[in-house]
Each structure stands twice: as structure tokens, then as C-alpha cells.
DNA sequence: GATGAATTTGTTAGCGCTCACAATGGTGTC
DNA sequence: GACACCATTGTGAGCGCTAACAAATTCATC
């Protein structure tokens, strides 16, 4: 359709078809409101005919704003920044903002200043950072983009808003729901602990389990993986101290049910498992795993919200999304 | 460190400090070979007083180039479009080019038109589609963007380049794995058959098998989801029908897996099972699975080659990665 | 119908950069 | 010393757009 061989066609090509002035179509193509009906239609006309489009080069020259938003992300493979990710791009394409994204392969300061300075280099509206990292957080409240930021899975402080599944929460649903079976010696695989996520989640767990009055002693740090959830459930099953586990993620609880099944711990009648996220696949782990579903699409969302209003009014606020429990076959009464 | 209240520095504030013409700082930045070595020093020196960065708009308003890749991509969740993403991230970072993205929630004619678009508006240099859909490749034939275009687990053909693991020899290493192993009736959960991958899976399946003899009459029909994986299971263990199952993806093998626990089906003692992808979870399915390998980062990277080799010189081209087989305890000789 | 206000349109400048070309200075050759 | 030649630096224009202001037109009011 586009004539491909001649240059685009801009503004002032537009005007001339429509007998105006350049500036009256960029009033119209900015939705200014003093245009008459008669000329808007006229130069919308004009714009159909040539196949115009905006020259967002020129336009962020001016405006010194970019239309972009950056996102920071770390382990943008993984099941929860991938939707968190997603989830953003949908909200933003929506709102006419681009996407550009910079991964992380390595979690450091030297490596975030590098994804912000590039966002920067591309004059960015704003940054929203989806690395659940606690030295995340410090490294961007100190490097001070200069452009509103909005951290992903943290509670907004400062100048830097937050959207959040309020993980502490989702564990205390996670043991409240154990509890409920019957069981009192509940253990945790943890995540990180200098992930956020990783702290709350432990934290939620040692909540529930002190207002009923019951040990939270029976802590254990793996790395999210399956393989360490594997490696934690091996030293289990040769202990069995505990009936039931609540597991930082759905990853590392594959890893705990892959070893529990190999020493012939069965789940759920000799332990019950818990675990954290609902990825598509928790539903068909053996046995099908009861779990926290995060809404990550609606994570994104609100992020986006955040922004536009940082955008907008300079605001910065803190949004939290509920959780829910999914109950699956991995839990059961105590014997 | 940078003045945050006053505008950002420009060629000419460099200039002016260095002494030179506007002009020569910008020979600076660009590399250009004429410029003497105290001059260049002296303005290098201006820039990292004043912390100059050059302007994106400014430069891509005259160029005509925005540095700028747009990924375009659906199921950027899963495990392999995400990590070719992150691979074409890092090599077109790594080269100086932003990435922009675009996720289609639908693949349809209309999602993806919409999306060329939204690359466009924002003046992108190149194009990478990450959408293993025949469709697509036919809607982007014919939209013809106008900028260089790479398409991901396909092969060149036209005005488009290509970069694709080699599915079919994959698939084929797949099955004479089982042969060797002493299986005579293997059959295959196929992808769907709209998709590139799932097609030429299941070509390399059946000519495998055929090269070998052997009857290739047992194809079923997925969506690449556990839950399909999984009801297609509970028909085979019904059926009994054959020894071992290469499965089009590791997310249907683990429905697989699970639906054979159910039913009493032992892998790989009743029937051996091999996936394909290997995704970091697949060592820790019930029992930890053989699959085949696919190295989707060098995938991004070749990606970003071809684009490079586009970008430059105009050349359209197609490469291939070779996948491996990965074998662990899920296949076992026939008894 | 004259006056002022509001609405609609046009004119001009400039965002920060690169390109094409012009000017400058140093070197070598005869 | 005059000339050409190269390396280095400077000048001017313009990429396509929006902001600020100016001009033209319409409308309401007395």
C-alpha cells in the first residue's frame, strides 16, 4: 500500500493536501480541541490518503518525552517475571507507550546502573523494575534516574512507587490451610532471603505458625530452583521431621516431590506439600500440586497504572494484590 | 553527580568547553578517523566533565535510524520464547541497539499487523518475530514491513532471514534413542501442526521411524500444554499400544508422566518417554526426563547476527543450530 | 453596527544532532 | 618560495515536529 520507494510522508505533506497549516494537523493528530469539525475531518482525510504516521523522532525531540518505558527485569524466564513482563508490555501498548526492555543476566550494582544508563540513553519516561532483589531496590533509590520508578513485587518508598502480590499474605494462607489439616511440625523451603519475595514469604510462614502457637524452627534456604528443592528434599525424607512443607516456589517444590518420590516418601499421605505461584504446570506435577496462585497479568497492570500516574501527577503510591490458595492433591488431612 | 535542575548538556556545551566546533565533538563520538589525538582527548575529557550523553531523538530525527530492535513474539512466557528473547536481548544490547517489544496475546493477521505498526510508529531498524506460527511468517510476507526482518524457528525465505533450531534432526535423535533402546512401536504427541516446530517434529518422527522400518501410524495431537499432554496420556494408558512416546515438548511430557503415574503405567519400565526443549525443571520430572535440547540463547545470538548482517549489508540468510539429546531416566531398553 | 471576547488558523523559531561542504593549516615537491 | 595535497576543523542547513505567539475569523453583547 505504502509507497515504499519515495520518503514518508510528513506533516507538511499532509497540511497540503488538506489546504492547512502543519500546525493545525498536529493539532489534530494531537486531539487539540480547538479544531473545527469540518477542517479535522479534512485533514483526517488527508492522513488516510498519504498513509501518514507520526515521526516519533521528531516529536520526542521536542516534547522531550519518548513514549517509552523501560523495563528491568531479572530472570525474565521464569514463570513470574514473564507474566509480570507481559502483563506490563499489554498495559502499556494500551496506554500508547513502547516497551523496551534490558535484561539482567547477573544480579548487580554495576550491571543495573549499566540497564539504567541505557535506558536513560534512550530518554525513557519511565522504568519499571522487576528484580525482586533487595539490592535492587537500594542500588535504584541511589542512582536516581531522574524518571519515575516502579518496582515490581515491593512496597512503594520514596520516589519510587510499588505494585505487589502481598506474599506474606499467600503464606500465611499456605500454613493457615496446613494448620487446618491437622498438622503442627510444618517446615520451609525458602527462597533467597535477600530476595523480597524470598523474606516474605519465610516471614508469612513464621507468622501463621507463632499466632497458632506452633515451632517455626524448621527452616531451609534453596535458590528457586528445581534442583535445590530437589537436594533440601533428599536431606527430608532421611530426617522426617516435619508433615507437612510449605515451599518458597512451585520450582523448587518439583525438585522436593521429585526426591520425596525417589526415597518413597509419599505426598500427601506421609507429608503435605505447599507450594508458591500456580505456573500452568502445577496442575499435572505428581501429585498435582496445592499451591498460591499470584495474578502476574494483574501485577503488570497496576504497574502500569502506577506509572501513569507518576506520569501524569508525580504521584507515588504502593498497590497490593491478593493471592489465593489453590488447593490441589499435594495436601491432605494428618493421619 | 549529574546537575539535575539545569538541562541536560548538549554538543554544543561540550564544544564550547573543549574549545572546538560543535561539529568535531560529534567526530568524537562517532568514531570518526580525522581527528587529532589531543583534540579528541580534550573533548573526551569535556564529556566526562559534563557528563554529556548524546540525544537519541536528535540523532534518529536526522539518520533515520532509531537503534532500535522490535522482538515480536507470542507464549514470551514459555520457557523457549523467553529465553530466545533474552538472547536476542543480550546480543543486540551488546551491539548498541535498544529492544523493543510486542507480545501478542492472539496470533491473528489483525494482532500481528497492529503490532508491524506499532514497530514502525516508533521507527524501529529491524524486526525479530518470535511467533512459531506459519501463519505468521505468510502475514509478514505480505505486510512487508519495509525494515529488515529475522524470523525465529524458520527458515529464510525472500525478503526475511532466518534462525531456527533444526527440529526435525532433533526429533530424530529423539527416536533413534528409542530404537537403539530395542522400540519398535513409538508413537508421538505431536504439537499442533500449525505451528513450525510442531510439523517438523513430527516429520522427523515419522521419517526417522520410516528410514527405520517402522510403522509411523501412532500420532496424536496436542497443544503444547501439560493438561493436553496429560488427557492424551490417560488414552495411551488405556491403549497400551505402544512402548515409547516422543513427546513434541517437556510441558506435555510432564501431563504425560502424570496421567501414566495415575494409571500404573511405569516410565520407562512399561514405556519410555522423551520430550523436547529441556527446560531447567525437566531433571526433576517422575523420573527425571530424556529430551532433546534446544540452545535458545545462541539462537537470539545468531538472531541478532543475521539482523546485524541485514542491517549492513542488506544480505538475507538462514542459520541453524544443532539441537542434543539430553538422556536421563524416563527411556530404558525394552524389555 | 461597533466592541470585545472567544474560537480557529497561521507563522516563526528551535529542539540536538548529522550531513555536505568550506576553510584552515601543515607537509612535501619542484 | 609557489604550488598542490592531505589531514583536520568549522559553517550552515535541515531532519519533522511542537510551543509560543500572532493573525484572522466568528460570535455574543450592548
Not at 11 to 21: M, N, P, T, Y
Not at 298 to 308: F, P, Q, Y
Amino acid at each position: 500500500m505504502a509507497n515504499s520507494s519515495a520518503r514518508l510522508p510528513r506533516l507538511e505533506d499532509v497540511a497540503e493536501r488538506a489546504g492547512v497549516s502543519h500546525q493545525t494537523v498536529s493539532r489534530v493528530i494531537n486531539n487539540h480541541p480547538n479544531v473545527s469539525k469540518s477542517t479535522r475531518e479534512r485533514v483526517e482525510a488527508a492522513i488516510a490518503e498519504l498513509g501518514y504516521r507520526r515521526n516519533t523522532a521528531a516529536r520526542s525531540l521536542v516534547t522531550r518525552r519518548s513514549q517509552t518505558i523501560g523495563v528491568l527485569g531479572s530472570e525474565l524466564s521464569q514463570y513470574g517475571p514473564a507474566n509480570t513482563l507481559l502483563g506490563v508490555e499489554q498495559a502499556a501498548r494500551d496506554a500508547g507507550y513502547f516497551v523496551s526492555i534490558a535484561a539482567l543476566r547477573t544480579v548487580s550494582r554495576e550491571a543495573i546502573f549499566d540497564a539504567i544508563q541505557h535506558f536513560l540513553d534512550q530518554s525513557v519516561d519511565g522504568i519499571v523494575v522487576i528484580v525482586p532483589h533487595v539490592e535492587t531496590l537500594l542500588a535504584l533509590e541511589e542512582q536516581a534516574p531522574g524518571v519515575p520508578v516502579v518496582a515490581v513485587g515491593a512496597s512503594g518508598s520514596g520516589s519510587v512507587s510499588g505494585a505487589m502480590v502481598d506474599q506474606k499474605r499467600g503464606a500465611e494462607l499456605a500454613v493457615a490451610h496446613l494448620i487446618e489439616q491437622g498438622h503442627h511440625r510444618i517446615g520451609h523451603i525458602a527462597g533467597p532471603q535477600d530476595w523480597i519475595d524470598g523474606a516474605a514469604r519465610a516471614e508469612g510462614w513464621s507468622t501463621a505458625l507463632r499466632a497458632a502457637g506452633l515451632a517455626d524452627d524448621l527452616l531451609m534456604e534453596g535458590d528457586w530452583s528445581a534442583g535445590s528443592g530437589y537436594e533440601i528434599g533428599r536431606e527430608l525424607a532421611a530426617e522426617r521431621s516435619a508433615t507437612a512443607i510449605f515451599v518458597g516456589n512451585d520450582q523448587m517444590s518439583l525438585g522436593l516431590l521429585r526426591a520425596f518420590n525417589e526415597a518413597g516418601v509419599r505426598v500427601p499421605e506421609d507429608v503435605s506439600v505447599v507450594g508458591f505461584d500456580d505456573q500452568p504446570e502445577s496442575g499435572y506435577f505428581t501429585p498435582p500440586l496445592t499451591t498460591v496462585r499470584q495474578d502476574f497479568e494483574e501485577l503488570g497492570r497496576r504497574c502500569m497504572d502506577l506509572m501513569l500516574a507518576a506520569l501524569a501527577k508525580g504521584e507515588t503510591a504502593t498497590t497490593v494484590v491478593e493471592p489465593e490458595l489453590v488447593i490441589r492433591r499435594s495436601t491432605a488431612a494428618l493421619a
